[in-house]
């Protein structure tokens, strides 16, 4: 019985660690514009550098206005593009 308590706890731990880990996350308070590419990936700029890039669900264009919820985002959080919620997926550094 122990044996198999000990065993579902390192289960879990292997399950859960690596998507701790693989969650990207950024501050993205201090942008000053956005470029998009393709339909739906963002790349915000501060001080005209490139610093995030990101998609969002659905479709934005160049002319969209893009606004915060909040500034600490993750894969799943949720930014307003034209006023609706979109959910960001793959947040990742423009350095990449």
């Known amino acids: 019985m122990k044996k198999n ?3 579902l706890v390192c289960l879990s ?3 859960v660690l690596p998507n701790l880990v693989l969650a990207d996350c950024v501050d993205i ?3 000053s514009s956005f470029s998009v590419t393709g339909s739906n ?17 659905g479709s934005i264009d160049p002319t969209s206005k893009l606004q915060l ?17 979109s959910t960001i997926l793959n947040v990742r550094s423009s350095m990449d």
């Open 13 to 15: 731990i292997l399950i």
């Open 29 to 31: 308070a201090g942008f």
């Open 69 to 85: 919820i909040k500034s600490y985002v993750c894969d799943g959080d949720e930014v307003l593009v034209n006023g609706f919620k």
């Open 5 to 7: 308590i000990l065993f």
């Open 41 to 57: 990936t963002v790349t915000l700029y501060s001080m005209n550098k490139p610093f995030v890039k990101f998609d969002v669900q």
